[in-house]
């Protein structure tokens, strides 16, 4: 298991050092990588089936017999948690005739084995085939111990299950490389998810990376952040790693030199905010960039009697945004209290489709059953169960903000399909996701060399 690794580094923050900036290519980033079915064919060979992809929360197995079932492309993969205690993967398929052997996204076993509708041959779960219907009757001798399930590569970080489909990938850790690192000190493994919400979307799922790539969108699909965060990639840092992962750096708790609008309009946006840490902005009125570092004092100040421990944190982490998007297609948006997961999954069959999954994980004051979300804008309850929403886009909410990335994405899958389409022309702080790509291609040519 990978989970958070002792690490005397971890108190006192994240390092804020820049990464070097990697050397680009100058290939075009064209339209029909988001509609190509031989690109996408490309992708599930080379990149799909050869990278750590999240497959659910450690919480979702606490004891054996437990499983979940994850859908990516036209896999299913079965996680599940053995008598010994430790969490497997298998391929979700029956090793009779290939019938899918659960189809519940979730579950517990009743009776210790997983047991095939169709013929009734039956499973540990550990993988093991125990029991098959007429025993006796295979001249090729029994099939129990030898047809098992096939197993893959899985480990958990961070409070998630990671799964891979290539035997013969890197670790965990090593994959994960810095990132792993940097996110041990929010410690996700304590958080509970509020929000659960999966949306089908007429758009390529890089559609979404790219979105998450760059902040260059704020000021026009998200004109309610202005006030309350520095989004000017002037007062920004963009880091990217060798490993395709890749993170933003962005100052909140106040806006930046930049904002000239009126100080109600930050106050208002971080009232809840100002309330709870009971910080009182007017002293700051003309001086709003100010705000942050008062606000950061604040939090040193109460932390601990609001039920935080936030010496594993910077004074920068108290405010800003620390966005990690985690190749090929995760992204954690970072706050003192909680995060932001956002996640693309390809359709089976149509690369103009996809899954999109929004979480938020809250991080509660100790001894609080109830919190304020400012990301989320809503009250969550440590007690309440969450339930996985799922619909069309449009249809349902994955919180205000992100909603408005959501309704972006269908018309930009339309432009991208056009034949006046020429490619991208990107400013240097959308460098991310040309990196993103790049690492796309990298992946993709290893595959077939």
Same mark, same amino acid.
């Given at each position: 298991m990978t989970d958070v690794v002792s690490n005397p580094k971890l108190r006192g923050g994240i390092s804020r050092a820049s990464a070097a900036t990697p050397a680009f290519g100058d290939a075009p980033i064209r339209g029909d990588r988001y509609y190509s079915q031989e690109f996408m064919r490309q992708e599930w060979d080379g990149l799909w089936t050869k990278t750590w992809?999240?497959?659910?929360?450690?919480?979702?197995v606490p004891a054996p017999g437990d499983y979940i079932t994850y859908e990516i492309g036209r896999e299913s993969i079965l996680c599940s948690r053995g008598t010994d205690g430790r969490i497997r993967a298998f391929y979700n398929v029956c090793q009779h005739r290939g019938n899918r052997l659960v189809s519940a996204d979730w579950g517990s076993l009743s009776g210790g084995e997983f047991q095939c509708a169709y013929h009734g041959w039956r499973f540990s779960d550990r993988g093991e085939l125990k029991w098959v219907y007429c025993e006796e009757d295979f001249?090729?001798?029994?099939?129990?111990?030898?047809?098992?399930?096939?197993?893959?590569p899985c480990d958990t970080w961070a409070g998630f299950i990671w799964i891979n489909m290539d035997e013969g990938c890197v670790g965990l850790r090593e994959f994960l490389d810095p990132v792993a690192d940097h996110l041990d000190c929010y410690r996700m493994e304590d958080m509970k998810r509020t929000h659960w919400v999966t949306v089908e979307g007429d758009f390529n799922w890089k559609c979404i990376q790219d979105n998450f790539n760059e902040?260059?969108?704020?000021?026009?699909?998200?004109?309610?952040? $202005?006030?309350? $965060?520095?989004?000017?990639y002037t007062g920004c840092q963009f880091d990217m790693y060798p490993t395709g992962h890749a993170r933003m750096l962005m100052p909140g708790g106040g806006p930046g030199p930049q904002y000239k609008g009126k100080p109600e309009r930050t106050f208002e946006s971080l009232r809840m905010e100002l309330d709870f840490w009971e910080l009182d902005p007017e002293p700051y009125r003309d001086d709003l960039p100010g705000l942050r570092l008062?606000?950061?004092?604040?939090?040193r100040e109460l932390g601990k009697q609001k039920g935080y421990d936030f010496s594993y944190y910077s004074d920068e982490q108290l405010t800003d945004h620390y966005h990690y998007t985690v190749f090929p297609n995760t992204s954690f948006?970072?706050?003192?209290?909680?995060?932001?997961f956002l996640m693309g999954r390809p359709h089976p069959t149509d690369p103009a489709k996809c899954l999109f999954d929004m979480w938020y994980l809250t991080l509660f004051p100790e001894g609080s059953k109830e919190y304020f979300s400012n990301s989320m804008r809503d009250w969550v309850s440590i007690d309440h169960q969450v339930e996985h929403t799922t619909g069309?886009?449009?249809e349902v909410s994955c919180g205000p903000g992100i909603d408005q990335d959501v309704a972006i994405w269908n018309t930009q899958q339309a432009g991208l399909s056009?034949?006046?389409?020429?490619?991208?022309?990107?400013?240097?702080?959308?460098?991310?996701?040309?990196?993103?790509?790049?690492?796309?291609?990298?992946?993709?040519?290893?595959?077939?060399?």
């Open positions: 992809l999240i497959a659910g929360m450690v919480n979702q001249p090729q001798g029994t099939p129990c111990g030898k047809r098992n399930l096939v197993e893959i902040s260059y969108h704020l000021p026009y699909v998200h004109p309610q952040t $202005m006030p309350a $965060m520095n989004e000017h008062a606000l950061q004092r604040r939090k948006s970072m706050k003192p209290d909680g995060c932001i069309k886009a449009g056009s034949r006046g389409y020429r490619g991208e022309y990107l400013p240097w702080q959308e460098r991310r996701i040309r990196h993103f790509h790049e690492t796309i291609d990298a992946y993709i040519a290893r595959a077939s060399a």
